[in-house]
């Protein structure tokens, strides 16, 4: 305890650590307040480490300076970082979904960067709309005649249910009562729109009687359908074809809305992707007003696309909570060129990064594995690495049954667990994320660019190395 009073008492003052010499020159660049916080974050560790015990003498001078530096590193690097994305999901929402097209982010920069004519009418001179700079395209690549933008899928269903339904009778069926990411429920969406939730059918078996049965003439005001785009019921299953539906609802005067969910504006059958809806074929069905999210498999940015129907878009757009959901320019501008490149499907493929990830075999995928592993054994001794076949996934709550064969680097750390490796490497200065399986550290080539493979090499080096 005599020893622990001692180096308490021996802890440099604030001012006297400020003066060290490589502390005063970040003193030069750096916020003052910064630096400050820095040095006593510095002494306030070593307060603890010597209270319990892991501490029996102070730092010596380059210690303090390099513990301090450290501290001022992690304070001066964006909370919101960029990551290598090493776990074979293309879409992975908690790393972002989507990455953009080099065309997209050229058009974010000019966005963010310079005026624009984001609602301004360069033609009459007067206040124009921010979805003019869609409009036209969606039209012209879906066959819609109106569309417009919001800020994601979710806040486009509850704006075309309070604009649609408010006050009057949905008929859904119950096995597409989905859940969406976050814990946001279709049925709490519809009963924040004022709209009232009419079920049918079952969990697996919905059928066409069971719609016409539950229209009420007084009361039904719309029929929904929700694509199950993160979930498969298997088996003994049964669900009403779009256009019957379709048929349905128009012989009863009635809209039918589709949450088509993910949202491909281009086949994926050519990559193995069966049994996902085009956006297409849903209004090549009849549908009146459907509704998509932009940084799925369309491969855009976050949004929540809306199609359909003239008379109905119109009245979502002068709806009071239009103006609480719409997206900003950058949004917009990052939209707008993703769209363009859908006007050649060779250009899409080329430029979309989703669709440059899916449209990868293992024939492919195996010489960048190869490479990968080449680059990571040429750098460090500390581990075996292997090439080896796996399965990855679309992710974002994309074709859930859908695996996509791919090809992975395998880690097996010499010196300390996988699940050790895999915690540095979070904590790497450009993280890099992976998985485990089999006591190994997995990296899957699908999602990692090769102009990342030295980095991620120098990265395994140095936590390899670390004690």
């Known amino acids: 305890m005599s020893n622990q ?28 307040a910064m630096v400050v916080e820095a040095v006593r974050q510095a002494t306030e560790e070593l307060r603890e480490e010597i209270k319990e015990g892991r501490r029996e003498q102070l730092p010596t001078q380059g210690e303090w300076e390099e513990n301090i530096l450290n ?17 074979g999901i293309i879409l992975h929402t908690n790393l972002g979904r989507a990455c953009l097209a080099p065309q997209a982010m050229e058009a974010v920069e000019a966005a963010a960067s310079h005026y624009s004519n984001l609602e ?7 206040r124009g709309s921010r979805y003019s700079h869609v409009t036209q395209l969606l039209k012209e690549l879906t066959g819609a005649e109106d569309a417009m933008v919001v800020n994601n899928n979710a806040a486009a269903v509850l704006l075309i249910l309070s604009s649609l339904t408010k006050g009057g009778e949905v008929i859904i069926s119950r096995g597409e ?26 969990t697996n078996k919905t059928h066409f009687a069971d719609y016409e049965q539950a229209i009420d003439p007084e009361r039904t005001v719309a029929l929904l359908k929700v694509h199950t785009s993160n979930f498969r ?12 539906l379709v048929k349905l609802g128009h012989a ?21 992707i069966k049994d996902e809806p085009t956006v297409q074929q849903s209004m090549q069905a009849g549908v009146d007003v459907l509704s998509f999210s932009g940084d799925k498999l369309l491969g855009g940015p976050q949004a929540g696309i809306i199609l359909g129907k003239a008379q109905y878009i119109a009245k979502m757009k002068k709806h009071p909570l239009t103006r ?10 990052a939209l707008e060129a993703t769209l363009r490149l859908y006007r050649d499907r060779e250009q899409a493929v080329g430029n979309i990064p989703l669709l440059k990830m899916l449209s990868q075999t293992r024939e492919t995928l195996t010489p960048k594995a190869e490479l990968l592993a080449q680059k990571i054994a040429g750098t460090t001794h500390d581990c075996t690495v292997t090439v080896m076949e796996e399965f990855g996934q679309v992710g974002g ?3 859930p049954t859908q695996m996509l064969p791919s090809m992975v680097v395998a880690i097996r750390p010499h010196t300390i667990s996988p699940d050790e490796l895999e915690s540095r490497l979070r904590h790497c200065k450009i993280p890099v994320v992976g998985r485990i399986s089999h006591d190994r550290f997995l990296l899957d080539v699908r999602t990692i660019e090769p102009e990342d493979f030295d980095l991620i090499g120098e990265n395994l080096k140095a936590c390899l190395a670390r004690p």
């Open 324 to 333: 609480a959901l719409r997206i900003d320019k950058m949004t917009l501008a």
């Open 252 to 272: 009863h005067n009635l809209p039918v809305i589709h949450d088509l969910g993910s949202g491909a504006l281009v086949s994926l059958e050519e990559y193995g």
């Open 120 to 126: 301004y009418d360069l033609e009459q001179g007067t």
């Open 5 to 32: 009073g001692t180096l308490f008492r021996q802890i440099p003052k604030v001012d006297e650590l400020l003066k060290l010499p490589a502390v005063a020159k970040r003193l030069e660049g750096d916020s003052r």
């Open 177 to 202: 009562l989905v859940e969406i990411g976050g814990s946001f429920r279709i049925p709490a969406i519809m009963e924040q729109s004022g709209s009232h939730l009419v079920e049918v059918g079952t």
């Open 71 to 87: 501290l001022l590193e992690e304070k001066s690097q964006s909370h919101l970082r960029r990551v290598i994305n090493g776990t």
């Open 233 to 244: 019921v298997m088996g003994f299953t049964q669900e009403v074809p779009l256009a019957d």
């Open 397 to 399: 709550g994309s074709v």
